[in-house]
């Protein structure tokens, strides 16, 4: 009995020394996080405060209207007995040319920058190093971005407005790059955008108030 428990006895010590050492705990016993980047972290690295969070609903959207159109086209054709594999080819490369149109930015923020991926490529911009900002007129019309870096951006003017948190930052980012000598107009642009859609939106409020009686 007495020489099992002294052979026991090291290899009970060495399972423990072999746990101590486990490479996902830290030196106190806490366990340390991988290095795999989490739902509020860049692909760079850097920290995620704020996405558009109307991006979800616009890409179901967007999915959808493809999606419809490609049963509408083969309701047709079938309906018509003139289906066959190349038309479907067709139909489902149109559906697809569709869900490319469609497609939504995805804006998200971080310290001093601001990024929007499209289906194929990816801009950049540093926030603090902003040395225009503009408005770009149209029927789409988009608030233009540009760095001391020579990097680009444009973004939806309601995308800044519905999320407050994406304004802020961007807004945050100017005012150093003012500060800083970088960025010497431009600042008034997106106070005037939210502004006039604010306004916009009293207006529409107002406006359903008095049909209905409520005013």
């Not at 996080?33 to 179901?60: K, M, N, Q």
């Amino acid at each position: 009995m007495e020489s099992q428990r002294r052979a026991g006895g090291p290899g009970e010590h060495g399972n423990h020394k072999e746990h101590g050492n486990h490479g996902d705990h830290g030196p106190h016993g806490e366990r340390r996080e991988g290095a795999a980047a989490g739902p509020g972290t860049g692909d760079d690295g850097g920290e995620v405060l704020a996405e558009d969070r109307r991006w979800t609903h616009d890409l179901w959207a967007a999915a959808f209207c493809a999606l419809a159109l490609l049963i509408l086209l083969h309701i047709v054709d079938l309906g018509g007995g003139t289906l066959d594999a190349p038309r479907s080819a067709l139909w489902c490369g149109l559906a697809a040319l569709l869900f490319a149109v469609l497609y939504p930015p995805r804006v998200t923020v971080g310290h001093d920058w601001i990024r929007v991926r499209g289906l194929v490529r990816e801009h950049r911009v540093r926030t603090d190093l902003l040395t225009q900002i503009a408005r770009r007129g149209g029927m789409a019309q988009r608030v233009v971005l540009r760095d001391a870096e020579g990097h680009r951006a444009e973004v939806d003017p309601v995308t800044l407005y519905v999320n407050p948190l994406i304004r802020h930052e961007l807004d945050r980012g100017a005012r150093r790059s003012r500060e800083s000598g970088l960025l010497r107009t431009g600042t008034l642009e997106l106070d005037g955008l939210c502004a006039g859609m604010a306004d916009a939106d009293t207006e529409a409020a107002r406006a359903v108030f008095d049909a209905s009686g409520l005013r």
